[in-house]
């Protein structure tokens, strides 16, 4: 028997069931973002948001996650055309037999053991950044801690992308990334018609959309001219790859599309995670603690490397709860291609669905103390039976992140380096808050001290 959706006007709240939980003892209580999206979950299932023309409806329970994403995804289609002139027909934007054969011939690029490779890159950019934090710490001045994982990410992604090679066309690209991001952002709150108007804003983002172009044309062009057309970066890694089945490589402007995706899905998401992490951790020292203790214990004052991973537990349970309580990519969106039911709600053919790891990770029925920061409950004993989508911050199915384990390491390694030099503390008197764009970034910063450690 279908039911009737309820509907929710834009900036409610997903309606309310049973009592707030009480909070658990010295976990932090966060509040949730004064936006539209994403809104505090406390127990409502599907709901029904009109925006201007477009009628949507928001999923929250992981079996209807579950059922969008891993049982039934060919119906479901991703729309995100506002960042389709950015992404072109990467991994991301690809749908049907196209998308099928570039995440076969990418996969072999993401195998643990060809990312273990970049591990040393991670490490030797995070040791650079600490170094010249040094000055910072002996004068006691702060530091944007959301801009400084952004940098650190940036130097990482382009390196492991592009190899040592680069050299200043490195700092080119990383200036047209951000200023075609924040041009992707504009676009996230205009009509569509103004993205074609001769805007200052809008000629900025051709410009930059220009010069990525360039540039990586222009790399995979000297790379051929060499002879080069394999290598250990994940570019030389795209440049080799071959169909199993007709032997075909990517075509130039494919590897730009892919470029690009990994680009913006390779630095953004992680510097954001990091960024909350510090703030997760310097509200909570309890945590902090643990985390220090265990990096102390493994790491003995070296630097980590790969096979360090899998002893540090609790700090990768700090990321793990960091992707809970402020998942990057907070709302996802797919478009029915024919009609269904969810739930015992009618899903009309052509429809939006949302699904938003935000509000599903803040269900009280799924997590106790939801807007409280525990890493324990990331403890290897600590998971049995939670449902296997009350927790997506990669999304799942077929079209789970193809990166998730590239971000995973790199947020790790990050924070057990830090963690062995300085320790952060939140500057008195600033609020954070979480702002819905492209991914959830704290606003207008998270400025930090950074505090020697003896």
Known sequence: MQQTVPRLRAGAEVPASGPPARRQPGAVSEAPARHAAPGRARGGDVARIDLASQRCYLLSRPEHVRHV????????????????????????????????????????????????????????????????????????????????????????????????????????????????????DTRFVIPLWMTRLPLPANRRFERALSIIDEAVHRIVRERRRRGEEDGDDLLGMLMGARDEETGEGMSDRQIRDEVTTMYLAGHETTAVTLAWAWYLLSKNPEAARGMREEVGRVLGGRPPGVEDLKELLRTRAVVDETLRLYPPAWVVSRKAVGEDEIGGYPIPAGQIVFLSPYVTHRREDLWPNPEGFDPNRFAPANGEGRPRFAYFPFGGGPRVCIGNNFALMEATLVLAMVTQRFRLDLVPGRTVEPTPRGTLRPRPGVWMKPVAVP
């Open 69 to 184: 994403l891993q049982e039934n995804p060919k119906n479901y289609v991703k729309g995100y055309d506002k960042v389709a002139v950015l992404l072109g027909n990467g991994l991301v934007m690809s749908e049907g037999s196209f998308w099928r054969k570039q995440r076969r011939l990418m996969q072999p690029a993401f195998h643990r053991k060809r990312l273990a490779g970049f591990a040393g890159v991670m490490v030797e950019e995070t040791a650079a950044m600490l170094d010249a934090w040094e000055a910072r710490a002996s004068a006691g001045g702060a530091l944007d801690v959301a801009s400084e994982m952004t940098l650190l990410t940036q130097r990482i992604i382009v390196k492991t992308m592009f190899g040592t090679e680069v050299g200043e066309d490195g700092t080119r690209i990383s200036h047209a990334f951000d200023a075609a991001l924040k041009g992707i």
